[in-house]
């Protein structure tokens, strides 16, 4: 039988998916401790060299104390933040402090003390990250940040085949398109959408839908599903009045409005400028020919990798196809047309704040009548 590896290390690029584990391995460890003082979590997160100190001491301080009744401990040290490529991990004074903490898990002995180190992101290229896969108990959590999009499609159909449901077409999309790279909220939303589905009929699993995920989820990635801003792109003037009227009616203001129709007019000019040369092809089913298109045109975009509405490329493929595809895409005439009425609203709305509804239905009139 192997021997014990001395200590647990889980990290990834995804702070709650790693604490998440992180937590059940302690939980698991901690079941059968009964002296709550040889349970301990220490937490590792480190603006500066200073935290970074204090922190390593309480581990040390921690593991190096022994069971008061005489049997094993357990020590969690938690929110590790020292570890990634930044100021704080790149100082030369962390980095000994570091090999400081190598050496502490170096004589750890799992029969005595058992200890889960949890840390995100963590800079894998450095020494520390490497000795610790090849030591101890290593997990890397969603794999490395590049691979996010699957990391958190992964997670949500994960969260829901333990829940006993599954997706239906295009739902799970949707769903990361409405609430983007937040884990903690998209599983909260797979929970809640799981219980509004129910039970399957005929042993089968329930089906979270598509229209589940409109009616119940709450756009909270860019702000470009706000009802008013569907209804501005579809052409339907009365819609969008009606929409403006609703969300003035409950207290709602008018910037998040225009910013909603900004990103996506934002989205669309690049597609519809694409689509006029002839790069890609639009269509009820999305958009073909952006991964091409990307490849061609991605390095323009310096100093927007992050997504953004400013970076095309950067947005979600299949939520790009949804918005150019949903209605018939407007002429770039008009998109840069939308983008100048957007301007002056905003700056109408400064000079007449208390009368934003109208600024907007003004706006809409101008825009969609025109």
């Not at 930044?86 to 898990?105: F, N, Y």
């Not at 958190?152 to 999309?173: D, H, Y």
């Not at 008018?254 to 092809?281: K, M």
Request: proline letters at 3%; aromatic letters at 8%; hydrophobic letters at 45%.
């Amino acid at each position: 039988m192997p021997a014990a590896k001395p200590f647990i290390f889980i990290c990834g690029a995804d702070d709650f998916l790693v604490n998440r584990q992180g937590k059940a391995r302690y939980d698991e460890l901690a079941k059968d401790i009964t002296d709550e003082f040889s349970r301990e979590i220490i937490s590792g997160f480190a603006g500066n060299v200073g935290e970074v100190e204090a922190a390593i001491n309480r581990f040390r301080d921690s593991v190096q104390t022994v069971s008061m009744f005489g049997g094993r401990r357990v020590v969690w040290l938690k929110d590790v933040s020292f570890l990634a490529d930044s100021v704080t991990g790149r100082a030369e004074s962390t980095l000994k402090l570091v090999e400081d903490l190598q050496q502490l898990l170096e004589k750890i002995n799992p029969g005595e003390t058992a200890v889960v180190v949890t840390a995100a992101p963590v800079d894998r290229r450095r020494a520390f990250p490497k000795w610790c896969e090849k030591t101890g108990d290593f997990t890397l959590v969603g794999g490395d940040a590049d691979g996010a999009a699957e990391t958190l499609s992964g997670v949500i159909l994960a969260e829901a085949r333990e829940l006993g449901v599954s997706f239906g077409e295009n739902a799970a999309q949707l769903l990361l398109a409405k609430v983007g790279a937040n884990t903690r909220l998209l599983i909260e939303e797979t929970r809640k959408l799981a219980a509004y589905a129910g039970d399957g009929a005929d042993g089968k699993p329930a089906v979270i839908e598509e229209v589940h995920v409109t009616e119940l989820t709450a756009s909270t990635a860019e702000g470009d599903f706000f009802e008013a801003a569907e209804a501005f792109f579809s052409d339907d003037i009365q819609w969008t009045i009606a929409a403006l009227h609703r969300h003035f009616f409950t207290g709602g203001d008018s910037r998040p409005i225009i910013a909603a129709l900004q990103n996506r007019n934002r989205i669309l000019l690049p597609v519809r400028a694409l689509a006029d040369a002839g790069e890609v092809r639009v269509s009820q089913r999305g958009i073909d020919g952006l991964p091409k298109a990307a490849s061609t045109y991605g390095r323009h975009f310096v100093g927007a990798t992050e997504k953004s509405s400013f970076n095309l490329f950067s947005q979600n493929a299949w939520y790009v196809g949804k918005l150019a595809g949903s209605a018939k895409l407007p002429s770039l005439r008009r998109l840069i047309d939308n983008q100048q009425e957007f301007i002056r609203a905003f700056e109408e709305v400064i000079q007449r704040p208390h009368e934003q509804e109208e600024v907007l239905r003004e706006m809409t009139v101008r825009c969609l009548s025109a």
